[in-house]
């Protein structure tokens, strides 16, 4: 069993940074491919960014040059620095990982940005 709990979402104008952080409760590089999610209104879930199982990362088109993600071992905390933000980045943001045969998510956290 995993738990997974974001933070730092909130309100910010475009043009704005916020940094949402994933805390697990075990060492994050027993969990594979930990990364984040998001999930606008009326919209399907998709991957923002992730680190794939060989260490490297993936990011959607989208936020390629804006967001980062990082992680540390020492806090097993993955964070998701995200600059120049933009009113199509609001959405509620997910942690997510695979631990053993499971997939687990956090219970996300929200992310608005105003024009």
């Known amino acids: 069993q995993v738990q997974l709990v974001e933070s730092g979402g909130g309100l910010v104008q475009a043009g704005g940074s916020l940094r949402l952080s994933c805390a697990a409760s075990?060492?994050?590089?027993?969990?594979?491919?930990m990364g984040w999610y998001r999930q606008a209104p009326g919209k399907q879930r998709e991957l923002v960014a992730a680190?794939?199982?060989?260490?490297?990362?993936n990011y959607a088109d989208s936020v390629k040059g804006r967001f980062t993600i990082s992680r540390d071992s020492a806090k097993n905390t993955v964070t998701l620095q995200m600059n120049s933000l933009k009113p199509e980045d609001t959405a509620v943001y997910y942690c997510?990982?695979?631990?053993?045969?499971?997939?687990?998510w956090g219970q996300g956290t929200q992310v608005t940005v105003s024009s």
């Open positions: 997510n990982g695979w631990y053993g045969r499971r997939n687990y």
């Open positions: 075990t060492s994050i590089f027993s969990i594979n491919t």
């Open positions: 680190f794939t199982s060989g260490g490297s990362t």
